[in-house]
């Protein structure tokens, strides 16, 4: 009898099965509101953190920003604060690249050739790819984000940046453009990554020049968002792939798991565990100050305030988060006792 290893994909359409799913509602709309205005005003006047400064336009942040978006499975959105201000998606960029990659690919290939287990280092650890024997990372840290980059379908960096840019944009659901202010901002400072490239392709980990995958990830970074825009990706992988605004698919729900598994291990770099044990979700955070988190089946939530904590983390983000996951039932680990006489198994 054959029997398929864990790295390998099942041998069917996940995506065309009508397989039993874990799912769920968000509470009523009064309760989700209400909610989330208590989140926001119990903790909009913590002053803990530090603005990021290591990418000096991201210094011009004002530390008092703060907002918090939820938007549904069926695209009802709920939210308060500093809503309308823009900034750039950073690191929050690196799951639905995964995305997009997986669903070129496929999420065995995307796997094998980047790894997905966390590496308990820095999110630009150099140290993480040398002692990893396979030299794969995960693509929620700068090596393996950079390595996914690189694998963007396209012949030209040009064909690559242009599949990276709209695929993001179906996720949000409008036309997301480059800050060009951050990206030359980041550009005249990413030798470390130009660093990590080089690293990987001697180790034949990166699938394109290294310069050019390194300019390519710098774009991707400097995308300009708003808090909005990052519920609704958040919400279009709790949906199975489609946004629920638009109703594109944008990727298969085969691939949302995946993806959501990563951010579950790995999204909030070597505090993952912690993040996981105390709020339940899958999430990503980006040095702007934004954190997405994902609610299968239910929606996206996602907060934005530029004071981090020294992992890199946003402070109130974390706070909101952890209190929206309690008090909407988003914890994916969360349960009651039974019935015993529900049902028979």
């Not at 953190?49 to 959105?77: N, T």
């Not at 996602?302 to 402070?315: C, Q």
């Amino acid at each position: 009898m054959t029997r398929l290893s864990m790295h390998e994909q099942l041998p069917f359409d996940e995506d065309a099965t009508a397989s039993p799913i874990s799912t769920g509602d968000l509470p009523q709309a009064e309760e989700v509101r209400a909610v989330v205005t208590e989140a926001y005003e119990r903790y909009r006047s913590n002053g803990d953190g530090e603005v990021a400064d290591y990418i000096p336009v991201l210094a011009q942040a004002s530390p008092d920003w703060f907002g918090i978006s939820v938007v549904g499975a069926r695209g009802k959105s709920f939210e308060i604060g500093d809503v309308a201000v823009t900034f750039s998606i950073q690191s929050v960029s690196k799951p639905f690249v995964f995305a997009l990659v997986c669903e070129a690919l496929g999420y065995g290939e995307a796997r094998r050739r980047l790894g997905v287990n966390s590496t308990g280092f820095p999110f630009d650890s150099l140290m993480a790819v040398e002692l990893n024997t396979d030299r794969t990372m995960n693509p929620l840290v700068n090596a393996g984000a950079l390595a996914a980059t690189s694998l963007a379908p396209g012949a030209t960096a040009q064909e690559k940046w242009e599949l990276i840019r709209q695929g993001m944009s179906r996720f949000a659901g409008r036309e997301l453009s480059v800050d060009e202010q951050v990206y030359a901002s980041e550009s005249a400072t990413n030798l470390r990554n130009q660093g990590i490239a080089h690293l990987l392709e001697s180790y034949g980990r990166l699938y394109f020049d290294p310069d050019e995958a390194t300019d390519i990830y710098t774009r991707q970074c400097s995308l300009d968002v708003s808090v909005h825009d990052l519920a609704v990706m958040a919400a279009t992988l709790a949906n199975g792939g489609v946004n629920p605004v638009t109703g594109d698919v944008v990727v298969g729900r085969g691939v949302c798991r995946r993806v959501l598994a990563v951010m579950a291990t790995a999204g909030l770099y070597e505090l993952s565990g912690d993040w996981l044990y105390e709020v339940g979700m899958p999430g990503k955070s980006g040095v702007s100050g934004g954190i997405v988190t994902v609610a299968p089946g239910k929606g996206g939530l996602a907060t934005f305030s530029p004071p981090l904590d020294p992992a890199g983390n946003s402070v109130r983000g974390q706070l909101a988060t952890k209190y929206l996951a309690e008090r909407l039932g988003l914890n994916l680990f969360a349960s009651v006792a039974a019935s015993r006489d529900r049902g028979t198994s």
